[in-house]
């Protein structure tokens, strides 16, 4: 096995790529290998390939496609998306601040979006997705998934007032409670849910009811919930306002 680093240049672009292979010939005659980026697709008839060194073992191969790409990773023309050999870290090498301080912001933010579009069309394949009845019955027996009508694994139990208390500390701690009362945080929050960006802009609960239920359903519920708000008392009533 012959192991070997390479760089493909582009003839009109002169946008380039560098890489490591093993190959059962030499890697001269390994020509119609031309790379394989994942980001950047260009048409290989118009690459030229350029061996740049040989090697023992495939570990010397990657380090030297490593010290390469981490020199030219912020050339513009340069086409690599990804440093070999860095130590695994999903939620840092696809944070998009990671990614524009490695790669430049030119780079890091198309390999963000590309990453994103990946997420997407992820969760757009697992929508339609069904559990096996088998698996629906061994989440089930583990208390992790519910059906209509079963009872959830912590009812009837009591909180202890310790961790009542370490609750109480976490989420109406004076510093969290002062920033969300601070006209800075609301101004925030008011223009990131304001108008279009509301899910619940423009509609009624009738209207999220008839959407999810159908129209027949959704009249039978609306009623029902009017008839149970029939002498209630606003939450809001007798509060001034600040």
């Not at 012959?2 to 002169?14: E, L, M, P, W």
């Not at 088998?134 to 909180?159: A, H, Q």
């Not at 999220?208 to 149970?228: D, M, Q, S």
Request: glycine share 6%; proline share 3%; charged share 40%.
């Amino acid at each position: 096995m012959n192991y070997y680093t390479y760089k493909v240049v582009h003839q009109d672009t002169g946008e380039y790529y560098y890489g490591s292979r093993k190959s059962n010939g030499t890697p001269e005659k390994d020509t119609k290998y031309l790379g394989s980026p994942t980001v950047w697709l260009p048409e290989k008839s118009k690459l030229n390939k350029t061996i740049i060194g040989k090697w023992e073992d495939e570990k010397e191969a990657l380090i030297e496609e490593a010290k390469l790409v981490r020199k030219y990773i912020k050339d513009p023309l340069n086409r690599n998306y990804h440093i070999p050999n860095i130590k695994f870290n999903l939620y840092k090498r696809t944070s998009k601040k990671w990614l524009i301080e490695t790669y430049g912001e030119e780079k890091g933010l198309e390999r963000y979006n590309k990453i994103c579009e990946k997420r997407v069309r992820t969760r757009m394949e697992n929508d339609g997705y069904k559990h096996t009845e088998k698996t629906k019955e061994k989440l089930k027996n583990s208390g992790t998934l519910f059906e209509k009508g079963d009872k959830p694994w912590n009812t009837g139990r009591k909180l202890s007032e310790e961790h009542v208390e370490n609750i109480k500390k976490t989420w109406h701690s004076d510093k969290r409670m002062k920033l969300m009362q601070s006209n800075t945080y609301k101004s925030k929050m008011s223009k990131a849910l304001s108008g279009e960006k509301n899910p619940m802009s423009n509609k009624s609960l009738k209207d999220v009811w008839t959407e999810k239920y159908g129209p027949e359903e959704a009249e039978k519920r609306y009623l029902a919930w009017r008839e149970k708000k029939k002498g209630q008392k606003a939450w809001n009533k007798g509060l001034k306002k600040t």
